[in-house]
Nanobody
Framework: QVQLVESGGGLVQAGGSLRLSCTAS????????MGWYRQAPGKQRELVAV???????NYTDSVKGRFTISRSNAKDTVYLQMNSLKPEDTAVYYCHGDWRNVGGSITWGQGTQVTVSS
């Protein structure tokens, strides 16, 4: 069972920046999807930014131009650089990987809280 360990959340003022990290216990080169989701109170979990098969990226519209996903295959780590944070970015951020294409399973991290104050 793959484990995903997140870090980097916290409290920041609007306009500030944070960088989230997610380290996997398995190579991040192979999953069909690898990246970040978030869930705000009372809302459904939503995609934030992910790598998909072939190495391309997909971002939700509300974070385009502000958030950047990156990766280090050598460290089996995915990052989410979040700039120009807004109060509506407040949520629990989850790392996600889908290894079903290589005989594994879908895995979620434990989540890290990001709170943006106005």
């Amino acid at each position: 069972q793959v484990q995903l360990v997140e870090s980097g959340g916290g409290l920041v003022q609007a306009g500030g920046s944070l960088r989230l990290s997610c380290t996997a216990s398995r190579s991040i080169y192979s999953p069909s999807v690898m990246g970040w989701y978030r869930q705000a109170p009372g809302k459904q979990r939503e995609l934030v930014a992910v790598y998909i098969t072939g190495g391309s990226t997909n971002y939700t519209d509300s974070v385009k131009g502000r958030f950047t996903i990156s990766r280090s295959n050598a460290k089996d780590t995915v990052y989410l650089q979040m700039n120009s944070l807004k109060p509506e970015d407040t949520a629990v951020y989850y790392c996600h990987g889908d290894w079903r294409n290589v005989g594994g399973s879908i895995t979620w991290g434990q989540g890290t809280q990001v709170t943006v104050s106005s």
